[in-house]
């Protein structure tokens, strides 16, 4: 059985977690879904039932909650205004859009971050977090149930590249990591009143990797993997439980966690170390009757550079910089096969039944059978490469303009369909 616990936990908030949801970043962090039937072919034209404009410029994955599709964006040279949007899954028609002025302002690029932490959704509603430090929580109407200012409380954000860290959650309690170049914390926040339940003070370090929710003996705890090491917490006191140092690269992938069985990824050139002795598989175990981990293996040769390690049937996903595919055994981390992507991925991969689909950032998203050997079932363009763009990797930008747009950011299984955003625009595909 998947993701008992975690099913479960978002169950107890109210009601049932249905299977048509995906009420966070990677579902509910394990970047799995049980939808039956989900589209394994479409073209620009064709099994796409529709394309919806959004407000301003957003990184973040969709989320989906009873039938609404939830996301973030900001707008402005600096970022002067935020949003939160609501669509109608079926129609991708807005139902409300929210909209406020973020507490700390910056210039953005493609090396900085705009609106890039992923909501959570629950029965009470969406929870949105965003670089400029603001955290609030909207009812499914659209009305502000609470708001709070990180900035104001805890101190200005500082690094040269924002944030990217997506909360996570239980039934009753929002997990945010703000790691940066001041003083770091993991703060846990409950989810009824937005009242600060506890604050683990962190090390400085520059990230923009994602907290998740683990199960250990039948019970959460809350995993982070972020630049040097893998830290475990308990998520009724902050207290650290464990931690893992010594690693490298581990800034953009975060953990990814199915049950007790933790997937760290990590990209080569990202600081000083070895991260390709980063990328490695954790069994969350007792040390002298302690809560600790074990390293189960280390990857030979595979990497994580942007989009989040899978575990999915037995086998581990990687993906590195330029669109290599790893596929290793989860159990002993021997290499199955390593295979190319049309291009690289920042958008993590998403599997469903005997499929994983890997959406590469230019619009094209490879579908894979599941399992040791590599069989791919289709590549299906979102859209079609403008008159005279090469299909290879546009140049990055140091600052301004959009000559890298479109790019496929984030993605999300839910109503029987795959949810797709971009930065401006948020797809449907599959039937309506």
């Not at 935020?82 to 507490?103: C, I, M, N, S, Y």
């Not at 955290?135 to 200005?156: C, M, P, Y």
């Not at 050139?269 to 293996?297: E, F, H, I, Q």
Request: net charge neutral.
């Amino acid at each position: 059985m998947r993701r008992p616990l975690i099913l479960f936990l978002l169950a107890t908030a109210a009601g049932s977690l249905a299977a048509a949801d995906w009420p966070g970043f990677r579902g509910t962090g394990d970047g799995t879904s049980d939808e039956k039937g989900l589209p394994t072919t479409w073209t620009a034209t064709e099994n796409v039932a529709w394309a919806a404009d959004l407000p301003g410029y957003g990184q973040s994955s969709p989320v989906a909650w009873g039938g609404t599709v939830y996301v973030s964006a900001v707008e402005g040279a600096q970022r002067e205004t935020g949003f939160v949007a609501a669509l109608d899954a079926r129609t991708g028609k807005e139902k409300w859009r929210h909209t406020f002025t973020p507490t700390q302002k910056a210039a953005w690029s493609y090396t900085v971050s705009r609106a890039a932490p992923t909501p959570c959704a629950d029965a009470a509603g969406v929870y949105c977090f965003f670089e400029g430090g603001n955290l609030l929580a909207l009812g499914h109407d659209g009305k502000v149930r609470w708001e709070r200012s990180l900035v104001a409380e805890f101190g200005e954000l500082k690094g040269g590249h924002g944030l990217g860290a997506s909360p996570c959650q239980t039934a009753d309690t929002l997990f945010v990591l703000v790691d940066h170049a001041g003083p770091s914390y993991l703060l846990a926040v409950d989810k009824p009143t937005g009242k600060t339940r506890w604050k683990a003070d962190r090390p400085s370090r520059t990230s923009w990797s994602s907290p998740v929710v683990a199960t250990r003996d039948g019970k959460p705890e809350v995993v982070v993997s972020s630049n040097g090491s893998v830290a475990g917490y308990d998520p009724a006191t902050g207290r650290q439980r464990w931690e893992l140092t010594g690693l490298a690269g581990n800034t953009l992938p975060s953990a990814s966690a199915s049950g007790a069985t933790i997937l760290v990824g990590a990209g080569a050139g990202r600081g000083t170390g070895d991260a390709a002795k980063s990328n490695c598989c954790l069994t969350l175990a007792a040390d002298d009757n302690r809560p600790s981990y074990k390293v189960a293996w280390t990857a030979a040769s595979a990497t994580a550079s942007y989009a989040t390690p899978l575990a999915h049937a037995g086998c581990a996903y990687f993906v590195n910089a330029t669109g290599t595919l790893y596929c290793l055994d989860l159990r002993s981390g021997k290499e199955h096969y390593a295979e190319r992507l049309p291009t690289g991925c920042w958008a993590s991969p998403i599997a469903a039944g005997d499929h994983v689909y890997f959406f590469c950032k230019d619009g094209r998203t490879a579908v894979v059978k599941a399992g040791p050997e590599f069989e791919l079932v289709a590549t299906n363009a979102l859209w079609a490469p403008k008159a005279g763009e090469p299909k290879a990797d546009p140049p990055a930008k140091g600052g301004g303009g959009d000559s890298m747009d479109p790019v496929v950011y984030g993605a999300a299984a839910a109503d029987g369909a795959l949810f797709v955003r971009t930065g401006t625009k948020l797809y449907r595909v599959g039937r309506p």
